[in-house]
């Protein structure tokens, strides 16, 4: 199992006071300051809050098997491209205890867990899913972005035995994705919400495999909605 040291991130700071974070997983292939850059070309500034950090951690390079085992920034391995095929447990399973140790650090710094919100795009999205409703489920939620998990996933065989309140789940996905098929995220959707974790599933209408303003917008709202702004009581 890979051992990786503290992950790379980029930051976008709160401009008040901080109580509350939010961890941004990219796609593949991409970087923590490349969908921060690409977010904030799509809302023509930051996604930003007066009292929520909001971090762009970078995924270690890994030989990437659909990509013929070039070397690519992937949360996790797979085998394939598709939700009917099992999952590369090892490496998703490595990637979260490096995942742990942000949230660990955001907890040192006096950030409560039900104060912080985990989620990504595309691959982003799944490696999130993975985080929260295996190893963290007392954060305050959890957003995927065009995203899918596997057919007989871990995340629902950990779900089936659960019995605790479990984080809402925030997604969204265009209608016309090509990559990550519309009813890949509708199933695993269904599928979630079918063993207790409560559900939004937006779809976007004529959108690829990508972000768009109002889907960002109406994130934006939710980890509002998720994570409000507190009174100096802690």
């Known amino acids: 199992m890979a051992v990786h040291g503290a992950l790379q991130r980029s930051v976008v700071a709160p401009t008040g006071r901080h109580s509350a974070s939010v961890i941004f997983l990219h796609g593949s292939g991409d970087t923590g300051q490349g969908i921060r850059a690409w977010i ?25 098997t659909p990509m013929r085992g070039s070397l690519s920034t992937v949360w996790f391995d797979r085998y394939k491209i ?30 409560r867990k039900n104060r912080i ?52 789940l925030f997604q969204c996905h265009g209608t016309v994705d090509e990559l990550v098929l519309h009813s890949w995220g509708e199933d695993t959707n269904r599928m979630l919400k079918s063993l207790g974790v409560p559900t939004a599933f937006l779809s976007i209408p004529n959108l690829y495999h990508e972000l768009n303003k109002s889907e960002l917008e109406k994130l934006q709202a939710w980890i509002l909605k998720k994570l409000p702004e507190k009174p100096n009581d802690e």
Do not use: W
Not at 127 to 136: D, E, G, N, P
């Open 82 to 111: 598709s939700n009917d095929c099992p999952e590369h447990i090892e490496t998703i399973d490595s990637m979260c205890q490096d995942l742990t140790g942000l949230i660990d650090d955001e907890v040192k710094n006096g950030i």
């Open 40 to 64: 904030k070309q799509v809302l023509n500034q930051d996604l930003s809050f007066q009292h929520i950090k909001v971090l762009y951690p970078t995924a270690p390079a890994r030989p990437y």
């Open 117 to 168: 919100l985990l989620g990504g795009f595309s691959m982003g999205g799944g490696m999130a899913m993975h985080l929260a409703y295996r190893y963290h489920q007392d954060v305050a939620g959890v957003f995927a972005l065009s995203s899918f998990l596997n057919k007989n996933s871990a995340v629902y065989q950990a779900l089936t035995k659960n019995e605790r309140e479990l984080p809402e």
